[in-house]
T-cell receptor
Framework: EDQVTQSPEALRLQEGESSSLNCSYTVSGLRGLFWYRQDPGKGPEFLFTLYSAGEEKEKERLKATLTKKESFLHITAPKPEDSATYLCAVRVQGAQKLVFGQGTRLTINP | DARVTQTPRHKVTEMGQEVTMRCQPILGHNTVFWYRQTMMQGLELLAYFRNRAPLDDSGMPKDRFSAEMPDATLATLKIQPSEPRDSAVYFC??????????????FGDGTRLSIL
């Protein structure tokens, strides 16, 4: 069964304190790993797609990386506006649908 | 920016009532997904359509849930009869198929459903 596990469940940082979120996956054939950001009362907002091991994508203070077993979302010098739930999802071979992890709730204190 | 539009944003109703949720996908997108989000289960796929045809509804309780796409600009999710355990946030997402590795799904802001 395809599984996606995110850790930690919640993370609280001080403004400027860099850290990483983890997404581990067990799938039959990866056809894309997606990172989304979700704010309270809103739908998930697309951030990145990663496809092959070694690939990296960057956007402002966020950088996503991918290995054969996991992906990391690195956040550098975060600001309070980076507070959100970050969701990881995988698309598997032969399927159009995404399988989501439970998310990491990130809080950045000023 | 093009957006997926969902209505209503909030719905409170009594157990046993019919509930209809609507979704307008992004113009030109030909794949539509319905998800349910709860604290316990996270985001779960209920059903999805490609070119208005249902491709997978295995995540949906078929005795009470139904999903349709009357036309390319409207997708509906109905619950009849509704039960308290259906309380959740229901999201619609759309995308452009074939969904290659660089084609994301774009989500609406959801319908928050409370069944009393």
């Amino acid at each position: 069964e395809d599984q996606v596990t995110q850790s930690p469940e919640a993370l609280r940082l001080q403004e400027g304190e860099s850290s990483s979120l983890n997404c581990s996956y067990t799938v039959s054939g990866l056809r894309g790993l997606f990172w989304y950001r979700q704010d309270p009362g809103k739908g998930p907002e697309f951030l990145f797609t990663l496809y092959s091991a070694g690939e990296e994508k960057e956007k402002e203070r966020l950088k996503a990386t991918l290995t054969k077993k996991e992906s990391f979302l690195h956040i550098t010098a975060p600001k309070p506006e980076d507070s959100a739930t970050y969701l990881c999802a995988v698309r598997v071979q032969g399927a159009q649908k995404l399988v989501f992890g439970q998310g990491t709730r990130l809080t950045i204190n000023p | 920016d093009a957006r997926v539009t969902q209505t209503p944003r909030h719905k409170v109703t009594e157990m046993g009532q019919e509930v209809t949720m609507r979704c307008q996908p992004i113009l030109g997108h030909n794949t539509v997904f319905w998800y349910r989000q709860t604290m316990m289960q996270g985001l779960e796929l209920l059903a999805y359509f490609r070119n208005r045809a249902p491709l997978d509804d295995s995540g949906m309780p078929k005795d009470r849930f139904s999903a349709e796409m009357p036309d390319a600009t409207l997708a509906t999710l109905k619950i009849q009869p509704s039960e308290p355990r259906d309380s959740a946030v229901y999201f619609c997402a759309s995308g452009l198929a074939p969904l290659g590795h660089n084609q994301p799904q774009h989500f609406g802001d959801g319908t928050r459903l409370s069944i009393l």
